[in-house]
């Protein structure tokens, strides 16, 4: 446990409450640390990854493997300007994102931040369901409609004023095709 807190203290750099905030999500002290804040309350079935942003996939990728976490494929998604690489830390889902030009949105946190946590995502049936029953609950939202995300997902990003100052995004995986 020492040790994997050392080596997220190193991803972090000089940033050491996102350490431990993201050795918190990692290993929860309980399941109730994993309920969705109460904008989201009735909407999400559970935590579906944390994504965290790296100036280099390339450079970090070594780094997560020395914690055991099984790497999959780099993914490019076009329409938000980011390469993705999914790890898996047991169950849970750990994505790593990098910009992949100069006007991605996760540029200007990469160069404000030196990169680090960036979201909390949340599984949900029907990510339009959810959207629409957000934005009646007057919860501010960055996305209005759904898009596609990475893997073939459907996603929604909620506006970090509704979430107590943390950007959460709702994911709907792919249906099975019967």
């Not at 807190?5 to 000089?14: K, R, V």
């Not at 990098?98 to 946190?109: I, R």
């Not at 369901?129 to 209005?144: C, N, P, Q, S, T």
């Amino acid at each position: 446990m020492e040790r994997l807190a050392g080596e997220i203290g190193n991803l972090c750099g000089p940033w050491p409450g996102v350490a431990s905030q993201a050795l918190a999500l990692l290993v929860p002290p309980a399941m109730s640390s994993s309920a969705p804040p109460p904008a989201l309350a009735g909407l999400v079935r559970g935590l579906h990854h944390v994504a965290i942003v790296v100036p280099s996939i390339e450079g970090a990728r070594g780094t997560y493997g020395t914690l055991g976490l099984a790497a999959g494929a780099v993914e490019h998604v076009a329409d938000q300007r980011v390469n993705v690489l999914v790890l898996m830390a047991g169950s849970q889902r750990i994505e790593l994102v990098e910009p992949a030009s100069p006007d991605s949105p996760v540029t200007k946190f990469l160069e404000k931040t030196g990169g680090g946590l960036h979201h909390l995502a949340w599984q949900v049936e029907d990510c339009s369901a959810a959207v629409r029953e957000l934005l009646a609950r007057g919860v501010r939202m960055i996305d209005e409609a759904p898009r596609r995300g990475a893997h073939g997902t459907t996603i929604a990003f909620v506006h970090p004023k509704a979430t107590g100052g943390v950007l959460m995004e709702l994911v709907e995986e792919p249906r099975e095709v019967a």
